[in-house]
């Protein structure tokens, strides 16, 4: 079994849909990635601050797994770590398959909670036409599932770099499904 790890990292300053590819990040406790546009304790998500700016900051650290990326390759789409605008790139752990509040150990100090699923937007779309329909799916039921990565916020900072390892703690039960944030 393969380890789980931080594949790639990135921030922006701007709100743009990718993120700047970077060496190392810093990470905030209670407020995000230093220099990132989503950095708060209050919601930075543009459509979020016009409903209302009062609200916590449930996104400040926004994490897709890179297999999403070999899943969209073989869909006919070429997608690179931080273009679709998240923070950190792993690998080898079920990001979608986390619960609510379960905390991911980073590096040797960042502790990041998991608060809910990316809601991929028309964006995406934007960025490569048809891709929004790659990174939703349809359960059996008829659910949606969304692939395009999980938010989290800080609940203690330091630096993440690729290579990183990653581990993850579950919160007690019940476990609670992760849903839009």
Request: hydrophobic share 40%.
């Given at each position: 079994m393969?380890?789980?790890?931080?594949?790639?990292?990135?921030?922006?300053?701007?709100?743009?849909?990718s993120k700047q590819p970077a060496r190392e990040i810093?990470?905030?406790?209670?407020?995000?990635?230093?220099?990132?546009?989503?950095?708060?304790?209050?919601?930075?998500?543009?459509?979020?601050?016009?409903?209302?700016?009062?609200?916590?900051?449930?996104?400040?650290?926004?994490?897709?797994?890179?297999?999403?990326?070999?899943?969209?390759?073989?869909?006919?789409?070429?997608?690179?770590?931080?273009?679709?605008g998240e923070n950190i790139t792993t690998s080898g752990i079920d990001l979608l398959g986390l619960p609510r509040g379960a905390l991911l150990r980073i590096g040797d100090s960042v502790v990041l909670e998991v608060t809910g699923l990316r809601n991929p937007c028309a964006q995406i779309d934007k960025f490569r036409s048809g891709l929004l329909k790659a990174v939703v799916d349809r359960r059996t039921d008829g659910a949606l599932i969304r692939k395009a990565g999980i938010m989290t916020v800080v609940r203690a900072g330091g630096v993440v770099r690729p290579g990183d390892s990653i581990g993850f703690?579950?919160?007690?039960?019940?476990?609670?499904?992760?849903?839009?944030?």
């Open positions: 393969t380890q789980a790890c931080v594949v790639a990292v990135a921030r922006d300053a701007e709100h743009r849909f810093r990470i905030i406790q209670g407020l995000g990635v230093e220099g990132d546009a989503h950095q708060g304790v209050t919601v930075q998500h543009r459509s979020r601050v016009a409903a209302d700016p009062t609200q916590p900051n449930l996104r400040q650290v926004h994490l897709i797994h890179a297999e999403l990326f070999e899943e969209l390759r073989g869909k006919g789409f070429d997608v690179q770590p931080a273009q679709l703690e579950l919160p007690p039960p019940p476990h609670h499904p992760l849903e839009r944030v």
